[in-house]
């Protein structure tokens, strides 16, 4: 008997109406480990429902008492790591070795802003004896989060928790390809405190499930992080029903390696830049801008590093699989484009397989060099473990390089020239630039994206903005 993976709504366990499900598959194995809810409109309705009914009470309550049960929430989400780990490791196949790191993130998200709840107040416009004018920030209700699959409870916490802290109540969908650790998340939120209804999770397919939710008339916001198509479709319901969004979509985000970087430095970053969860992040450093003077000497040290990179199941591995096989069979295809546009993989370029381990979802960690900027392989988001080296002349050369994408998500600068940070950081198109290193950021700085990386921020003080609305009071004295 499989464990059956359901929604949560109104403080319990809810299975779908139409009694089906779905099956889920270990991407490591490519075995069924699982049966997950295939949720419909009749279970959407009871979930937005269930939020909407319990707004009121959660609205009011005063701040620093929602701060109060974030707080708690943080602290059981510590307590709960080894489980809420091993449900995340299982759905989405990581490495054992990350989830610590995850879950300590997960955790942050409700600690932060738990901890700033009362931050949002608001302003007293001076119009003279005769008027006392002031604006305040009311949360929109019930919040639509709709989740990847590639980060699971991260993405998640980083919407829920300013969602929650500024008053609104939320209903989440995380993807039928890795639900389980959002379930028990929103298990535990009840017992940290959290009122039944105010944190709901319904399990299904997004093409089911994402345009209930936006025609739903008690969904005042959507938070939306996925792949552009997806957000286009989502913007085009939002559009009618004049309904705001959040959006985080894809990435082709420029990492740019100056010659006057520590390359030793440079190569171990940047290797983890395209390979950390198996390239599986929108914000990965997938186009390698090397400065022509370093290039060869660069992509050497480049191919050492990623030559040791252990591709594998084990909880050490520093690559695992890639989370669902529709995303492997994709990432495959572009090894076959490559080929067609005259490209020769430097290092991988293929399947990897591990004995024991034959059917499952591997790919060797790919290093592409002398690619240009209007190859396929640096237009598309490919969402694997791939890089492709593009050489640059100048500073000018590498910002022209950088800013010619549609996306424009993340960035990395490679210098030791301050100045020319400044100058470079300035100049690129891109909602988040790391210096000498090249990763995820923190909880406190804001992320989202330009162009069509999407819009609105997630993280730090300023999401508080994203989830609430700006109301002025004009009073004559």
């Known amino acids: 008997m499989f464990v059956k993976v359901n929604s949560f709504v109104d403080g319990r366990s809810l299975a779908p109406a139409d009694g089906q499900y779905v ?27 269930s939020a909407a009914s319990a707004l009121q009470g959660w609205r009011d309550m005063r701040p620093a008492e929602r701060g109060r049960i974030l707080n708690e929430f943080g602290r059981i989400i510590r307590q709960s790591e080894n489980t809420l780990g091993a449900l995340e490791k299982a759905d989405t196949g990581k490495p054992g070795s990350e989830m610590a790191a995850l879950m300590d993130l997960t955790a942050q998200y409700f600690e932060f802003y738990g901890g700033i709840v009362n931050v949002m107040d608001g302003d007293v416009i001076n119009q003279g004896p005769d008027y006392h004018i002031y604006t305040r920030r009311d949360p929109f209700g019930v919040i639509g989060v709709i989740l990847p699959w590639n980060a699971p409870l991260h993405q998640a916490a980083r919407a829920i928790a300013p969602a929650l802290a500024t008053g609104n109540t939320v209903v989440a969908k995380p993807s039928e390809h890795t639900s389980a650790s959002l379930v028990e998340l929103a298990r535990i939120a009840v017992l940290a405190g959290v009122p039944a209804g105010v944190f709901n999770v319904i399990v299904g397919k997004g093409s089911v499930i994402g345009p209930a939710m936006a025609h739903n008339p008690h969904i005042r916001k959507i938070s939306f992080t996925g792949g552009l198509r997806a957000g286009q479709e989502l913007g085009h319901i939002a559009a009618d029903r004049i309904l705001p969004l959040t959006l985080e979509l894809g990435g082709k985000s420029a990492n740019i390696v100056f010659d006057d970087a520590d390359l030793d430095a440079a190569a171990k970053g940047s290797t983890k830049a395209f390979t950390w969860n198996s390239g599986q992040w929108c914000a990965a450093g997938t186009r390698l801008l090397v400065q022509e003077s370093i290039h060869d000497r660069f992509v050497d040290k480049l191919i050492s590093e990623v030559g040791a990179l252990r591709v594998g199941p084990e909880d050490d591995s520093t690559s695992g699989p890639i989370t669902t096989h529709a995303q492997f069979e994709k990432i495959q295809s572009y090894f076959a484009i490559a080929e067609r546009e005259g490209l020769k993989p430097a290092i991988g370029g293929k399947v990897a397989t591990r ?8 790919i060797e960690p790919t290093v592409y060099s002398g690619v240009t900027n209007d190859m396929t392989l640096a237009r598309e988001e490919i969402f694997g473990p791939i890089v492709c080296v593009i ?3 100048d500073e000018a050369d590498a910002l022209r390089i950088a800013n010619d994408s549609e996306f424009g998500l993340g960035a990395g600068i490679w210098s030791r020239d301050i100045g020319r940070v400044h100058r470079v950081a300035a100049q690129l198109e891109a909602g988040r630039i790391v210096v000498n290193e090249y990763s995820g950021g923190f909880v ?3 992320c989202g994206g330009f162009k069509q990386s999407g819009y609105g921020r997630e993280q730090g003080i300023d999401a508080l903005s994203h989830y609430t609305q700006l109301k002025s009071v004009i009073i004559r004295l």
Do not use: H, M
């Open 23 to 49: 099956d889920k598959i270990d991407p490591r194995t490519g075995a069924k480990i699982s049966e997950v809810a295939n949720s419909g409109p009749k279970d959407v309705a009871l979930a937005i429902e």
């Open 355 to 362: 004995a024991g381990y034959e059917n499952g979802w591997y």
């Open 444 to 446: 406190q700085t804001p």
């Open 391 to 393: 050489p640059f002349k």
